[in-house]
């Protein structure tokens, strides 16, 4: 089964800081893979996917994600991040046609 | 792009009583639907899978005489919290899924906060 593991359960930034939110997946199939972000009270919205092709995908926010086939890894990346980019966030597998959320990443920017 | 209405976004029932959710894709047939749970502070629990025009199926553990899912159409599913008790207060979320499958995701609603009391 495929599983995804997210490393950091709460990520604090100050605002216009780098931040990479990290997700490592177990497959040894071929992965779609997703990140979704969450706020308060909120489903889910597709920030980026990764189902073929460029390893790098990005969204219209800022935030990119590399797929790495070596190191099993979907880690999210923004180089500036915003106050409104607060929310939590999962990293996402696809198996047996369904999504398989991480346990989420909890990032707080503060000013 | 994709939509899906979900609704109530809040309810409070007093326990035995049964709540309904709906989801609905506005702007596409959703094949299926998927209905998750979330605890504060917690990962998504996938609940059950819906096709369309079929039975659901349940994800180890659930209980299914306890949450009754309908996919009567390919733009609805409902989600039936039976005889509810204030162990079943959550988040429920769900999603839907178009033909095209994975080339467009899978769209959320925006969840339902169940408080019974």
């Not at chain 1, 997946?25 to 893979?33: E, H, I, P, Q, R």
């Not at chain 1, 980026?48 to 099993?72: D, M, P």
């Not at chain 2, 309810?11 to 998927?34: H, N, P, Y």
Request: include cysteine; proline fraction near 4%; charge should be neutral.
């Amino acid at each position: 089964a495929q599983s995804v593991t997210q490393l950091d359960s709460q990520v604090p930034v100050f605002e216009e800081a780098p931040v990479e939110l990290r997700c490592n997946y177990s497959s040894s199939v071929s992965v779609y893979l997703f990140w979704y972000v969450q706020y308060p009270n909120q489903g889910l919205q597709l920030l980026l996917k990764y189902l073929s092709g460029s390893t790098l995908v990005e969204s219209i926010n800022g935030f990119e994600a590399e797929f790495n086939k070596s190191q099993t890894s979907f880690h999210l990346r923004k180089p500036s991040v915003h106050i409104s980019d607060t929310a939590e966030y999962f990293c996402a597998v696809l198996q047996g046609g369904k999504l398989i959320f991480g346990q989420g990443t909890e990032l707080s920017v503060k000013p | 792009g994709a939509v899906v209405s979900q609704h109530p976004s809040w309810v409070i029932c007093k326990s035995g009583t049964s709540v309904k959710i709906e989801c609905r894709s506005l702007d596409f047939q959703a094949t299926t639907m998927f209905w998750y749970r979330q605890f504060p502070k917690q990962s998504l629990m996938l609940m059950a899978t819906s096709n369309e025009g079929s039975k659901a199926t349940y994800e180890q553990g659930v209980e299914k005489d306890k949450f009754l899912i309908n996919h009567a159409s390919l733009t609805l599913s409902t989600l039936t919290v039976t005889s509810a008790h204030p162990e079943d207060s959550s988040f429920y979320i769900c999603s839907a899924r178009s033909r095209q499958g994975v080339i467009y995701g899978y769209t959320f609603g925006s969840g339902t906060r169940l408080t019974v009391v």
